[in-house]
């Protein structure tokens, strides 16, 4: 009678079903107050913009950070202290209508922001894919220990303890797109894969 311990695994690459676009605009100034205003103002469009895809049902919903201020510091080349003042304000727009992230990502991009876009995959969906690998999981193991069973001349199993391993994922390398300025046309866009993976630690006995 033998205590074999095994791991087993399983892995899928699926299709996102959410995009989260972040937007971040800059204003900078000798003035801290014009370089507040600045930022101020194109934080509230953007947040303007997010709340118009939120009630059209485009967007799940938004992120609005407060806007943060800094400043520096330096001498010119004749000697004078020059000081400015910087403004960054940033808003995240959680987007399911996945056929419109290259238009909204150019539209923002065209306002002026900086954008970037992450493919994520909602609660749900990543979730009910857990579920599934953790069966495949299982079989993986049981099928290593039936491979290590079989070469002891012990081919009679039975699980002894369970436990489970790391699982997770992140987004595939096309996961994570920046867009440039944005042209006549809204760019084509790929949705990006995200990777869920199950790990599971299985002893058996045999015998």
């Known amino acids: 009678m033998t205590n074999i311990t095994v791991m087993g695994a399983a892995e899928?690459?699926?299709p996102a079903d959410q995009a989260d676009i972040f937007a971040s605009v800059?204003?900078?100034?000798?003035?801290?107050?014009?370089?507040?205003?600045?930022?101020?103002?194109?934080?509230?469009?953007?947040?303007?913009?997010?709340?118009?895809?939120?009630?059209?049902?485009?967007?799940?919903?938004?992120?609005?950070?407060?806007?943060?201020?800094?400043?520096?510091?330096?001498?010119d080349?004749?000697?004078?202290?020059?000081?400015?003042?910087?403004?960054?304000?940033?808003?995240q727009i959680v987007l399911s209508a996945l056929?419109?992230?290259?238009?909204?990502?150019a539209e923002l991009t065209e306002s002026g922001a900086d954008?970037?876009?992450?493919?994520?995959?909602?609660?749900a969906l990543r979730d009910e894919w857990t579920r599934n690998l953790r069966s495949a999981a299982v079989q993986d193991a049981r099928t290593a220990a039936e491979d290590f069973s079989v070469a002891i001349g012990a081919p009679t199993l039975t699980l002894l303890t369970l436990r489970d391993g790391r699982?997770?994922?992140?987004?595939?390398?096309?996961g994570d797109a920046r867009f440039a300025m944005a042209a006549a046309a809204p760019p084509e866009v790929t949705v990006g894969q995200i990777s869920v993976n199950v790990q599971v630690e299985a002893t058996f006995n045999a015998e």
């Open 12 to 14: 899928a690459r699926v």
């Open 26 to 75: 800059s204003s900078r100034d000798a003035s801290r107050e014009i370089a507040l205003q600045g930022a101020n103002a194109a934080h509230a469009k953007l947040v303007e913009r997010a709340k118009e895809l939120v009630s059209a049902g485009s967007a799940i919903q938004y992120v609005a950070d407060p806007v943060s201020t800094y400043s520096n510091s330096w001498r």
């Open 77 to 91: 080349e004749h000697g004078n202290n020059v000081v400015e003042h910087q403004a960054h304000a940033s808003v």
């Open 99 to 105: 056929d419109r992230v290259g238009e909204v990502a």
């Open 115 to 123: 954008v970037r876009v992450q493919w994520e995959l909602s609660s």
């Open 167 to 174: 699982s997770g994922g992140g987004p595939s390398p096309l």
